[in-house]
């Protein structure tokens, strides 16, 4: 059963960083896609940062590019996720959810089929 928690949101003005965790444990790690959405109040959750376990490519939605970065962390049977966020804007402000579809490509929410609990992040002076 893959399992899947995050951590690291907060609360930090403009201008500021966080950097998000999501450990991901279970079988078979490296051919789960693994994505960071992000739900704000009112909005639909969209896709953040994605990493393809087709090719190992990493999307970034434009709305982050140049200020978010998503990597990963190897242990002996997780593999933890990061996304540090640099520059938050409040705009930036959302729960954000760490996801995981086996072998997937995309960012779109619809196709990831497990799911952490989410951490909620707000951007404000």
């Known amino acids: 059963q893959l399992q899947l928690v995050e951590s690291g949101g907060g609360l930090v003005q403009p201008g500021g960083s966080l950097r998000l965790s999501c450990v991901v444990s279970g079988f078979n790690l490296d051919y789960y896609a693994i994505g960071w959405f992000r739900q704000a109040p009112g909005k639909e959750r969209e896709g953040v940062s994605c990493w393809s376990s087709h090719d190992g490519s990493i999307y970034y939605a434009d709305s982050v590019k140049g200020r978010f970065t998503l990597s990963r962390d190897n242990a002996k049977n997780t593999v933890t996720w990061n996304l540090q966020m640099n520059s938050l804007k409040p705009e930036d402000t959302a729960d954000y959810y760490c996801?995981?579809?086996?072998?997937?490509?995309?960012?779109?929410?619809?196709?990831?089929?497990?799911w952490g609990q989410g951490t909620q992040v707000t951007v404000s002076s």
């Open positions: 996801a995981a579809q086996w072998y997937g490509s995309s960012c779109w929410a619809s196709e990831y089929d497990h």
